[in-house]
């Protein structure tokens, strides 16, 4: 009998770009891999649920995808090669910093006469030169892959194969899987073609249980990569039992916890055999510190003492 997640392919199609991100995730991977490069996954922001094949309606969650386009940055740092499979239209490293209103106060507008200049502010420039130099270092050198999703169905299918390119990397993979994926949805053969109408009564619309990938993610997958996954949960008292049930029944490395109300200054590394915070001070955050500079510089430094064990 085919398992859950065997099915939810059997009876979902691939997205219409998903033969297009394939061929990028092959090339990406492979010129890395001759190179004898680490590589990273983060997975960033969250999947929508549709409601109808013809998609007017969607249930949706949170994440803009902070963390991991904050992540995607400092792995950079860390030498890494990374492909940022994220939602379309969330966050991305670099431009991340530049918002929205942000990029607009760093400019100054000039106009004599019928000459217009348009300036970047002095106090700005500081900010916006380090961040531009490592933007230009990791195009240039085709250091990120960018591929997106939004549906569940999307990210499953892209997931699935960025693991089958990432495998040939062995333990040099670490997969850090920060996206908010739906645990529940609608399943294709369930969902009406057309909008749902208002004109009668209220609709029922019955969402099942989306089956768990790091199943066979870390058994079958990418079995020799480094798997880190993230837990986010609203009643702090029962984080890092949520953990702990996770890595034992999927047998990864990590899971790293996070409070919806505190995720950006705390977060605790649930191991097999320990738990430990990391926490950011208010000073470090009055600096302009981010939490994402010491979890990846953490998770960096498991991966290596995964990898000195290790043979593959
Ligand atoms: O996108 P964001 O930075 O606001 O939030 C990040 C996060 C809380 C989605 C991430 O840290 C996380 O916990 N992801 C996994 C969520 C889960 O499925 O439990």
């Not at 009406?192 to 089956?211: C, D, E, M, R, Y």
């Not at 600096?287 to 430094?301: K, L, P, S, Y």
């Amino acid at each position: 009998m085919a398992s859950h997640w065997e099915e939810f392919y059997a009876t979902h199609l691939p997205p219409t770009d998903f033969e297009d991100n394939r061929k990028l995730l092959q090339e990406f991977c492979e010129r890395h891999n001759k190179r004898n490069e680490k590589i990273v996954l983060v997975t960033s922001g969250g999947t929508t649920v549709p409601l109808e094949h013809n998609t007017v309606r969607f249930v949706d969650n949170f994440s803009a995808g902070t963390r991991g386009a904050a992540s995607a940055e400092y792995f950079l740092e860390h030498a890494y090669v990374v492909i940022f499979m994220h939602r379309l239209k969330s966050l991305e490293p670099f431009t991340r910093h530049f918002n929205g209103q942000k990029f607009m106060d760093m400019l100054e507008l000039y106009e004599r006469g019928p000459n217009t200049n348009i300036t970047v502010k002095p106090d700005s420039v500081d900010v916006l030169a380090p961040i531009l130099a490592s933007y230009k270092a990791a195009q240039e050198n085709g250091r990120i892959l960018y591929v997106n999703f939004t549906s569940v169905s999307d990210y499953f299918w892209l997931l699935r194969a960025a693991c089958e390119c990432l495998s040939q990397f062995g333990s040099r993979a670490l997969l850090y899987l920060a996206a908010a994926v739906s645990d529940f949805y609608v399943p294709s053969n369930q969902m009406p073609t057309h909008k749902i109408q208002s004109g009668s009564a209220a609709p029922n619309i019955q969402l099942q249980l989306v089956p768990k990938l790091l199943a066979p993610l870390v058994s079958l997958w990418v079995p020799h990569a480094f798997v880190v996954s993230f837990k986010l949960e609203t009643d702090e008292s029962i984080l890092i039992t949520k953990a702990r049930e996770a890595l034992n029944k999927y047998k990864h490395k990590l899971v790293i916890g996070n409070m919806l109300q505190t995720r950006r200054t705390k977060v605790v590394f649930v191991t097999p055999d320990s738990s430990y915070e990391v926490v950011l001070s208010r000073e470090q955050m009055l600096n302009g510190m981010e939490i994402e500079d010491v979890i990846v510089r953490n998770v960096a430094a498991n991966h290596d003492e995964y990898r000195k064990k290790f043979k593959y």
